[in-house]
């Protein structure tokens, strides 16, 4: 039988991750579709970031500004009593920076679709900005939504240089699939490799092509929006 | 009474301008706004609805929608808004669109009877051809019983045929609730036939107010008649030269000189006069 722990663990991540993301991502990604402020492409340059930079270099940073000599290390450490390195918290906080961005652009090319005029029509009819929001301008980018949620939820399995740096490769508690399979080839267990890698395969594409499919079928009925 | 007074100042294509309106319209006046394209008249109707800030005064019936202390957003105005892109919410059907505005679900039918669409109600925007699109987009904006109901170009996408049915649509809609009207268009036809009053918007400036007889009619004193058109093509037939001008989607010869086929292009608007037995053209 093979060991399904870290399969387990990576979904719980990425799951979290997601919900945190998704959460923290919709007020971000609504300011800067609709700031007109002179910070805008540096708030965008800085949410980019993970995109472009090595893992490593990433997870390197993480490292020294979650762990306990840090001052944000030290007040989870002081406060919550929970340890952002070596730990499945640290993993959490640390997936959340990586994949902001997959969350994050999705969502404000979402905002920036929707028509003014539609928007407009709300405020006239006498709908305040929340209930536009959601009533009006989320319902109508839905595949934008589950764009952003999917890509993220992948993005957080398929993580593998961060996660090592920041979370080690503690079984059970920090081992995640992708790193398994690290520890596996290291270890020469070729066969459990290819089966972990068989795994991440068929999940990654079984889920990238649901989205693509919805995205399908969703774009005949909204890409219309006159 | 409805008293209108702002300044905004514009970037439009051809520079800065300042819009300076003082307008006043009774209960009930159907007004229309005509002018070139960028002359602010879109900027006008928008500022009205307080979907975008100005200097100066707007009063609706006694009640202050902007002065120097006050402003009240889009929210708190009781306007009705027809876009020229309809505008419908595509996540909801024509009934939900309805109802989103007003949750009343009588009128809502009522209305949509009015307009013959009733049968359409459970359908979804993106099914809808741009005439019954724009209709549901006229009865959503009247729905709250709006104070005034603007109009932005509402009918200038659709075809002759369709764009008279909704003309008879909206004077039936204005009759019916005597709503104070104010819409932008640039069709004379649709102007003089819906319209008790024309604001002419020139630059940004209000050049003429006045019934749409007096401003469209407004010919030069010694020709007979005027038509506005657009040459398409111009022909070198043997001796003649011929000017294909494009007359309200129709195409029509006019004889020209030499001498007016060297100073006319193609594309150029212009002015086909007669004064007794020949047609004239110049440039428009």
């Given amino acids: 039988m093979i060991d399904l722990t870290p399969f387990i663990l990576s979904f719980k991540l990425a799951f979290i991750v997601t919900i945190i993301l998704l959460v923290v991502s919709i007020p971000y990604a609504y300011f800067l579709s609709n700031t007109k402020s002179k910070i805008k492409p540096f708030l965008e340059a800085i949410t980019a970031l993970p995109i472009v930079l090595p893992p490593s270099v990433l997870g390197f940073y993480l490292l020294i500004i979650l762990s306990p000599n840090f001052f944000i290390g030290k007040i989870f450490y002081d406060l919550f009593d929970i340890k952002l390195v070596f730990s499945f918290e640290g993993l959490v906080v640390a997936s959340c920076i990586y994949s902001f961005p997959f969350m994050v652009q999705p969502i404000q090319n979402g905002f920036e679709s929707i028509p003014k005029s539609i928007i407009e029509a709300s405020y006239v009819s006498g709908k305040g900005k929340l209930t536009t929001l959601f009533k009006v301008i989320l319902p109508n980018m839905k595949s934008f939504l589950l764009t952003a949620i999917v890509i993220t939820f992948a993005h957080t399995i398929g993580e593998f240089g961060v996660v090592l740096m920041v979370g080690g490769s503690i079984p059970g508690k920090t081992e995640v699939a992708s790193v398994a399979i690290y520890d596996y080839v290291e270890m020469l267990d070729y066969k459990k490799a290819h089966i972990y890698s068989a795994i991440m395969l068929i999940i990654s594409f079984v889920v990238l092509f649901i989205v693509y499919y919805i995205n399908h079928k969703n774009k005949r009925r909204f890409n219309d929006f006159y | ?284």
């Fill in chain 2, 1 to 284: 009474m409805i008293f209108i007074d702002i300044k905004k100042k514009l970037y439009t294509s051809e520079g800065e301008i300042l819009l300076n309106a003082k307008i006043n319209i009774k209960k009930g006046e159907f007004v229309s706004i005509r002018g070139k394209s960028g002359s602010g008249k879109t900027t006008l109707l928008r500022i009205i609805a307080g979907l975008e800030k100005s200097e100066g005064e707007i009063k609706v019936f006694d009640e202050i929608w902007q002065d120097k202390k006050t402003f009240l957003p889009p929210q708190k105005r009781s306007v009705g808004f027809v876009f020229q892109d309809y505008a419908l919410f595509p996540n909801m059907n024509v009934l939900e669109n309805l109802l989103y505005v007003n949750n009343d679900k009588n009128f809502a039918l009522e209305l949509l009877e009015m307009v013959g669409l009733i049968n359409l109600k459970d359908r979804y925007p993106h099914t809808l051809s741009g005439g019954q699109k724009q209709r549901i987009a006229l009865i959503r904006a009247i729905i709250k019983k709006p104070k005034i109901l603007l109009l932005d170009e509402p009918f200038s996408a659709l075809d002759s045929k369709m764009r008279e049915k909704l003309q008879n649509d909206l004077k039936l809609i204005h009759k019916k609730f005597n709503l104070t009207t104010i819409m932008v268009s640039h069709l004379p036809s649709e102007i003089y036939k819906l319209s008790d009053k024309v604001i002419h918007i020139e630059n940004g400036n209000i050049v003429n107010i006045s019934s749409p007889l007096n401003e469209l009619l407004n010919t030069k004193s010694s020709e007979k008649f005027t038509i506005e058109g657009e040459i398409i093509d111009i022909i070198n037939a043997d001796i003649l030269n011929v000017a294909i001008i494009d007359i309200g989607n129709k195409l029509v010869e006019v004889v020209i000189s030499d001498y007016e086929k060297d100073n006319l292009k193609v594309g150029e608007r212009v002015i086909v006069s007669a004064k007794a037995f020949n047609l004239n053209i110049s440039k428009g």
